[in-house]
């Protein structure tokens, strides 16, 4: 794995974590919140939203990627995601978001909420064959 500098992760970290805060789930009460870095460095968070009409609720790793895009973002190098505890990887439909806006060496984290149990995958690993078009 690589080493990522503590600051970039600490920025990730606080941009998800604060995104986290806002997520609205009233129905499973477990919050997630996901953040995004540009090709230029730039950070984007997201939260998951909840619907009562399941399963038009949005996963945190979509919004915050979808105001990456908003923002005029193209190409996204990192991503952080955090929920509760432990581990929390991507869903199959999050991998493939991502790896729409991003190349497989892409690093994605995942952190619990309390700032432990750091693991990192590249989004290759996470999806190994992505579907593109054109490929």
């Given at each position: 794995m690589?080493?990522?500098s503590p600051s970039l992760i600490d920025?990730?970290?606080e941009?998800?974590?604060a995104a986290r805060d806002h997520?609205?789930?009233p129905y499973s009460r477990y919050k997630v919140g996901a953040a995004v870095m540009d090709g230029d460095g730039r950070i984007f968070a997201g939260c998951n939203m909840e619907n009562a009409s399941f399963p038009l609720g949005t996963c945190a790793e979509a919004v915050a990627l979808g105001a990456m895009v908003a923002a005029g973002?193209?190409?996204c190098t990192h991503v952080l995601v955090i929920g509760g505890t432990?581990?929390?990887t991507p869903?199959?439909?999050c991998r493939q978001r991502i790896a729409e806006l991003c190349e497989a060496d892409c690093i994605v984290y995942s952190l619990a909420a309390d700032g432990s149990a750091l693991s990192e995958w590249t989004m290759g690993e996470l999806l190994p064959h992505a579907f593109k078009l054109g490929t």
């Open positions: 690589t080493d990522p920025r990730l970290h941009a998800a974590r997520a609205h789930a973002g193209r190409t432990g581990e929390l869903c199959g439909g």
